[in-house]
């Protein structure tokens, strides 16, 4: 019904830079929020960052300054831009949508991707 195709992620050595992209297509649907998480091997999947369909922001402390997300209501697609990367910055990234499916009476469903790889060389 939905999808979310990510799209980015790679190979890169540690201060460098990846901008990865999540798409959202399917049924007809308004935006409630999308956002970013990760998860290493052997770990927890963890928030990176959100953004509401108005633009607000939230980080997790671990990437604040370096990375910054954003949002193209018209294109339904997140942005993750990640600067000065480091090697603790490896992990699957996952895109998260909260959406409202259209006609619906219900609140907002949650969607995920299948994740993109983001590996940083140390």
């Known amino acids: 019904q939905v999808h979310l195709v990510e799209s980015g992620g790679g190979l890169v050595q540690p201060g460098g830079s990846l901008r990865l992209s999540c798409a959202a297509s399917?049924?007809?649907?308004?935006?409630?929020?999308m956002g970013w998480y990760r998860q290493a091997p052997g770990k927890q999947r963890e928030l990176v960052a959100t953004?509401?369909?108005?633009?607000?922001?939230n980080y997790a402390d671990s990437v604040k300054g370096r990375f910054t997300i954003s949002i193209d209501n018209a294109k339904n697609t997140v942005y993750l831009q990640m600067n000065s990367l480091k090697p603790d910055d490896t992990a699957v990234y996952y895109c998260?949508?909260?959406?409202?499916?259209?006609?619906?009476?219900?609140?907002?469903?949650?969607?995920w991707g299948q994740g993109t790889q983001v590996t940083v060389s140390s």
């Open positions: 399917g049924s007809a649907f308004s935006i409630v929020a």
């Open positions: 998260n949508a909260d959406l409202t499916l259209s006609g619906a009476v219900v609140g907002f469903v949650t969607y």
């Open positions: 953004v509401t369909s108005g633009g607000r922001t």
